[in-house]
Nanobody, 122 residues
Framework: EAQLVESGGGLVQAGGSLRLSCVVSGFTLDDKTIGWFRQAPGKEREPVSCISSSDNTTYYTDSAKGRFTISSDNAKNLGYLQMNSLKPDDTAVYYC???????????????RGQGTQVTVSS
């Protein structure tokens, strides 16, 4: 059964860092794009970043550029999102997803996780 499980969320003060992990099982990441999304209370889910596991091409939204770093470890079937200089506006549930095509549309991904809560206090 294909499954993605996020971990690494928690409560952190503004300016702090967290590293989110996405554990993948039931399929390999070799030819997939991993996407990270987030959904803040009362807001729609939005893309944060994505990476092509085949050539490590990355994409970041403006809110993530310069502060977040996405990566993947194909050998371990893991995806990561390193988040630095966190702000209260980063508070959200963070989700990972994987598919052959990737993109900014959550529902365009074949595999989607259940999310991990990130709370940034001021």
């Amino acid at each position: 059964e294909a499954q993605l499980v996020e971990s690494g969320g928690g409560l952190v003060q503004a300016g702090g860092s967290l590293r989110l992990s996405c554990v993948v099982s039931g399929f390999t990441l070799d030819d997939k794009t991993i996407g990270w999304f987030r959904q803040a209370p009362g807001k729609e889910r939005e893309p944060v970043s994505c990476i092509s596991s085949s050539d490590n091409t990355t994409y970041y939204t403006d809110s993530a550029k310069g502060r977040f770093t996405i990566s993947s470890d194909n050998a371990k079937n893991l995806g990561y999102l390193q988040m630095n200089s966190l702000k209260p506006d980063d508070t959200a549930v963070y989700y990972c997803a994987a598919s052959l095509s990737g993109g900014s549309n959550w529902w365009g991904y074949d595999y989607r996780g259940q999310g991990t809560q990130v709370t940034v206090s001021s």
